[in-house]
């Protein structure tokens, strides 16, 4: 069978190729497509559609589709969400937006004529009880082409219908004036020398929703000859996204060396603007791509310290749970020693009688007390007869000599042997305890007779 699919494929391209006709797509699809009017004003950055809602509320923007082909097409839309991931941004071509509902076209479906343009206009309608919330998205422009085959001098010509498509940065904030205004900071400048020569790089961070694309200037003056100062530099940014950080690296002047420098940053979006004054050492060299920042250094720093602060506590309590004894396992023998129990055994009741204490005698009977007699204290030797005796020649024999302390030996304790010992002597006493209630009971019980009557 694949044989006779492989003859029948190259009889039917001898055909083809016999008569001529041919399948052609060098007419290939071409579209552009330019953001020219929006309703928001100035809030249009660059080719970007640009949209600060309030709920209730609609606004427009309107951009141009040019075709750079010589074939006829037709235009259709699609909205996608678009996500940042480590800083670049992904689109989520797998559903469409969640703002795909509020978005209208005017034409819905557009026939854009050969190396002609089309003006579409894109509204955007929220409804009342919409949250306040800022979305990132991707207005995808698709051109498709299924033009009919045309009869030629050398026979059939047929143009294949492709698709082709451009991609708009699309932002929608949903919310009042206020809450949509652009919040950023200016966060540091370092210089950088990259090929196309020297520059200063400043970096900023967006705190709010919108998205920022600042304008700006910066400034160099000598902390120390107040003369010596440059003219501002102006500079745009690229976009930076919400709760994301961008820089714009600003070029400088031959004039300007390593050293300390006075320098005025100064960045705008809307009616928003903001300047700080950075009195720090400008030194040229490679930028730091991918490296630390001092903050971040303290932030790892102090998680270090944390972590060896947590490592030495938990060892230390490891050491004291480690040195408290641990209580024994009770043995065999303790176990049926617990487990033995007793007769109870009744004892007789003993009563003391002491003996009667004579009566002490009060005031009036008391015996008259004997006088005192003065005992003579015993001579002690003078200091006359001390000295005497130390001048005198007489040998003093000297102290024994005390024995070296040595500590009671221990007696050794065979374990089996005391063990065994104790076994024998609880056997002996369970046989006592047998035998003495087998004796009570064999003891006769004394008869109860019937008891006499009264008359």
Do not use: C, H
């Not at 991609?167 to 919310?175: C, E, H, N, R, Y």
């Amino acid at each position: 069978m694949q044989k006779i699919k492989k003859l029948a494929t190259m009889a039917l391209i001898a055909v083809l190729s016999f008569f001529g006709l041919s399948a052609q797509a060098e007419d290939s699809l071409g579209i552009g497509v330019e953001v020219i009017e929006s309703t928001q004003g100035d809030l249009s950055m660059g080719n970007r559609a640009w949209f600060a809602i309030e709920p209730g509320a609609s606004e427009s923007s309107v951009f141009r589709v040019t075709s750079q082909t010589d074939i006829d097409q037709t235009i259709t839309y699609e909205v996608f969400d678009r996500e940042f991931v480590n800083g670049e941004p992904i689109v989520d071509s797998s559903q469409l937006s969640e703002t795909a509902n509020w978005v209208q076209f005017e034409p819905a479906v557009a026939s854009l004529p050969a190396r002609g343009s089309r003006e579409i206009t894109m509204t955007y309608t929220i409804p009342e009880d919409a949250p306040e919330e800022a979305f990132d998205a991707v207005l995808r422009v698709l051109a498709s082409s299924s033009a009919p085959q045309e009869e030629g001098e050398g026979g059939s010509r047929a143009v294949v219908g492709t698709a082709a498509g451009i991609d708009i940065d699309v932002w929608l904030g949903v919310g009042s004036a206020v809450s949509l205004l652009p919040t950023f900071d200016i966060r540091e400048v370092q210089g950088v020398v990259l090929p196309q020569g020297r520059f200063l790089r400043v970096e900023f961070e967006n705190l709010g929703v919108v998205p920022l694309s600042l304008r700006g200037t910066v400034q160099f003056a000598d902390p120390i000859l107040t003369e010596r100062s440059f003219d501002p530099t102006t500079y745009v940014s690229r976009v930076i996204p919400s709760g994301e950080r961008g820089y714009v690296d600003v070029p400088v002047i031959d004039e300007i060396t390593d050293g300390n420098w006075n320098v005025f940053v100064s960045a705008t979006q809307d009616e928003v603007r903001q300047t700080r004054l950075f009195e720090q050492e400008i030194v040229f060299a490679a930028p730091r791509e991918g490296g630390i920042s001092a903050g971040a250094i303290q932030v790892i720093l102090i998680g270090l310290f944390s972590l060896l602060t947590v490592f030495g506590l938990r060892k230390v309590f490891r050491s004291s749970s480690r040195s408290e004894p641990k209580p024994k396992k009770p043995s065999r023998l303790g176990a049926l020693i617990s487990n033995i129990r007793l007769p109870e055994i009744s004892l007789p009741r003993i009563s003391l009688r002491l003996p009667k204490l004579p009566e002490r005698p009060t005031r009036n009977n008391r015996e008259p007390k004997a006088p005192r007699v003065r005992r003579e204290k015993p001579k002690t030797t003078t200091f006359s007869e001390n000295r005497e005796w130390a001048n005198s020649k007489v040998e003093i024999e000297p102290l024994p000599k005390r024995p070296k302390y040595q500590p009671t030996p221990k007696a050794v304790i065979d374990e089996e042997q005391l063990e065994q010992a104790i076994q024998r002597t609880l056997l002996k006493v369970l046989e006592n305890t047998a035998k003495s209630s087998e004796s009570e009971d064999e003891k006769p019980k004394p008869k109860t007779g019937p008891k006499n009557k009264s008359k």
